[in-house]
């Protein structure tokens, strides 16, 4: 199985600072069909998780731009610029260039 | 809009066995594989396993392949997961999710005890 390792797995900011989080992969996520299907989705508490970014950097309809994705073959970021009060929760990267699997989650709080 | 309607909450004894459902509308059923998913309390995400929705294909996660059984009607939009010999272990709720992780079910909390 592919193994995702996200750091860190907790995260405090305050309203307005700019944040990344890394996912690692134990292998690489280039498909043979040359897209990477390394995305992002945030799990606010008592919800469903929903998709933030898709294919690495592209960014899911509705989804504000202070999120960005970037990165290929193991290493991936992601990034806000300028946390904002409905940011916290729990984020997960996920691949699906092989069987799927999760990273561990990073938890976004305040501070 | 898509929406994928999950069966409600279910408490069940250890050792019998539980199939929730997953109902879609909003697109075509058979576009995208529905995968499985499992969120023990306050844990990660785990991959159960998708099904194609076109012809019935499944591909399980190895320490899924005895525990879920994934199936599909395409005459209702309705993906089922059933869980069986169910332990303490399994007590976590379970999501279904379509189109590449964009859309998600509300969840189902499935409680074994006794």
């Not at chain 2, 576009?31 to 990660?44: F, I, L, N, S």
């Not at chain 2, 194609?52 to 089922?80: H, I, M, R």
Request: charged share 15%.
């Amino acid at each position: 199985d592919v193994v995702l390792t996200q750091t860190p797995p907790t995260l405090s900011a305050t309203i307005g600072q700019s944040v990344s989080i890394s996912c690692r992969s134990s292998q690489s996520l280039l498909h043979s069909n040359g897209n990477t299907y390394l995305h992002w989705l945030l799990q606010r508490p008592g919800q469903s998780p929903q998709l933030l970014i898709y294919l690495v950097s592209r960014l899911e309809s509705g989804v504000p731009n202070r999120f960005s994705g970037s990165g290929s073959g193991t290493d991936f970021t992601l990034k806000i610029s300028g946390v904002e009060a409905e940011d916290l929760g729990v984020y997960y990267c996920v691949q699906g260039t092989h069987a799927p699997t999760f990273g561990g989650g990073t938890k976004l709080e305040l501070k | 809009e898509v929406l994928l309607q999950q069966s409600g909450a279910e408490l069940v004894r250890p050792g019998s066995s539980v199939k929730i459902s997953c109902k879609a509308s909003g697109y075509t059923f058979t576009d995208y594989y529905m995968h499985w998913v499992k969120q023990r309390p306050e844990q990660g995400l785990v991959w159960i396993g998708r099904i194609n929705p076109a012809n019935g294909n499944t591909v399980y996660a190895e320490k899924f392949k005895s525990k879920a059984t994934l199936t599909a009607d395409k005459s209702s939009n309705t993906a089922y997961m059933q869980l069986s010999s169910l332990t303490s272990e399994d007590t976590a709720t379970y999501f279904c999710t379509w189109g590449g992780f964009a859309y998600w079910g509300q969840g189902t909390l499935v409680t074994v005890s006794s």
